[in-house]
C-alpha cells in the first residue's frame, strides 16, 4: 500500500491540487494529514482521490465545525489530537505537533510516527519507527512546497516536490 502524506496545506489550492494529481498517480491507497487543513473548502481536492484520509487537527483549523462536518460527510477519521490507525499492518500515529514524536517512536509501538506543525521536512528513522514531517504542503513559509509518499512494503518513504502555483 502507499500512503500519502501531506500537513499544513493552509488552504492552498494550487498545491493540494498538484498532490490529489501525484497521490492518483502513484497510486495511494490512503491519506495522513497531521492537521493545518484551515477550512473546509480546502478538503475536495484530496475527497477527490477518493480513498479514505486519517486526519488530525491542526492550531490553524479555526473551523472545526465545518470540518469535522465536512470529514464525516466525507467518511474521513478526523480527531482532535491523537489519531492511531493501522494501514497494511504498519501502526501509525498522527500528532499536529513535534514535542511528543520522539516518545512515540521510541515507544516502539509505532513503525510510522507523523506530525506537521513546523513546516519543515524531517525524514528519519528513529530505532525501527520512521519519523516523517512531510513538510508544508503550501511552501509559503520555506518556500518548498512538499509532501511524502510511504510504502508499507517496503517501508520506505519519498519525498515529492509540489507546484505552488
Known sequence: MIIGILSDSHDHLTALRDAAAQMRAAGVEHVLWPGDFVAPFALPPIAELGVPVTAVLGNNDGERIGLAARFASLGWNLAPKFNFPVLDGVRCALHHEQEPVEALAASGLYDLVVYGHTHDLDVRQVGDSW???????????????????????????????????
Open 131 to 165: 519519523i516523517i514531517n512531510p513538510g508544508e504542503t503550501c511552501g509559503w513559509l520555506t518556500g518548498r512546497a512538499t509532501m511524502v509518499l510511504f510504502d508499507t512494503t517496503t517501508r520506505q518513504p519519498e519525498v515529492r516536490e509540489l507546484a505552488r502555483g
